[in-house]
């Protein structure tokens, strides 16, 4: 089992970016838009700006009822999901190594319960397995740290080293871990610095299929490679553009996590942190 190295200290423009990008996100996500109009609202009426008010409330129940039913969720989704289809198992050739993304684990009920916490993008882990056992002479990364902004110390990898691959019954010896990174461009930049990558080296890419965009255009970016193995679909495809959502919860949801992917997509193209404005296959 080898440890991705200590990295230097990251610059503070780097630290900047990524607490600012939660908090900005806390703020405009279309979920937390709808409550503050509705506060809003609410406060217009307390100074008996009746009209301001109505405004207010009315946007902010037109927007709700749209993101909690319609397919609007659907419709940020799909693009994403569709962007890389996945290969046939049986056309890929021995890669170097399978590099499955963090963001399937709750490493803090974890680490407090002493369990394997998984959440809904479990698959990454359970598809990284199955790739694995088909190649078993490729290395197994995982890149993922602490990514929350309060518990630093909730490192998905150890997570991963002491629970989860002895629950998969899958070897150690194999297993790279890369517990320092924060976000997708420290995915793809940290693990380029633990494996070196050569130029004839390809690199099975395991992330759940909306995210898959970012994350082959920041590994690419680092130099690696790529076979995109597009996992945890949340969509059943083209016939979910008209699917309404029965529970209001699950279509505000996809809508927060949807508009929260396309900002990141933008946000990364205008950062330099991605070879293009949306990565495609090549």
Avoid at 138 to 146: L, M, Q, R, S
Avoid at 162 to 190: C, M, Q, W
Avoid at 208 to 231: D, E, Q
Wanted: hydrophobic share 50%; charged share 15%.
């Amino acid at each position: 089992m080898a440890y991705a190295p200590v990295h230097p200290r990251q610059s503070v423009l780097s630290q900047m970016f990524i607490y600012l990008s939660k908090v900005v996100w806390f703020f405009l996500q279309p979920t937390s838009l709808l409550i503050a109009l509705v506060l809003l609202g609410a406060f217009a009426l307390w100074l008996q700006w009746t009209r301001t008010a109505k405004r207010l409330v009315s946007v902010a129940a037109i927007g709700l009822v749209t993101a909690a039913f319609s397919p609007v969720g659907n419709w940020l989704f799909l693009p994403l999901e569709e962007r890389f289809p996945r290969p046939a198992l049986s056309a890929i050739a021995a890669p170097a190594g399978i590099i499955v993304l963090g963001g399937a684990l709750n490493p803090l009920i974890g680490k407090s319960r002493g369990v394997v916490a998984v959440n809904e993008a479990a698959e990454r882990f359970i598809a990284g397995a199955e790739l694995l056992r088909k190649f078993p002479n490729a290395k197994f990364v995982f890149t993922g740290g602490g990514a929350a902004m309060l518990l630093p110390d909730t490192a998905e990898a150890e997570g991963v080293k002491s629970l989860l691959f002895p629950a998969l019954g899958l070897p150690a010896d194999h297993l790279i871990l890369e517990s320092k990174s924060r976000n997708t461009y420290e995915n793809a930049v940290f693990t380029k610095a633990l494996l070196a990558p050569k130029a004839n080296e390809r690199w099975i890419l395991v992330t759940s299929a909306f995210h898959m965009p970012r994350a082959v255009g920041c590994f690419r970016k680092a130099g690696f490679t790529l076979i995109p193995w597009p996992v945890d679909y949340r969509t059943r495809g083209m016939e979910d553009l008209t699917l309404f959502f029965a529970q209001p919860s699950e279509g505000l949801k996809r809508v927060d996590k949807g508009m929260r992917e396309w900002i990141g997509v933008l946000a990364y193209w205008l950062s330099g942190k991605t070879d293009s404005l949306f990565p495609g296959p090549k």
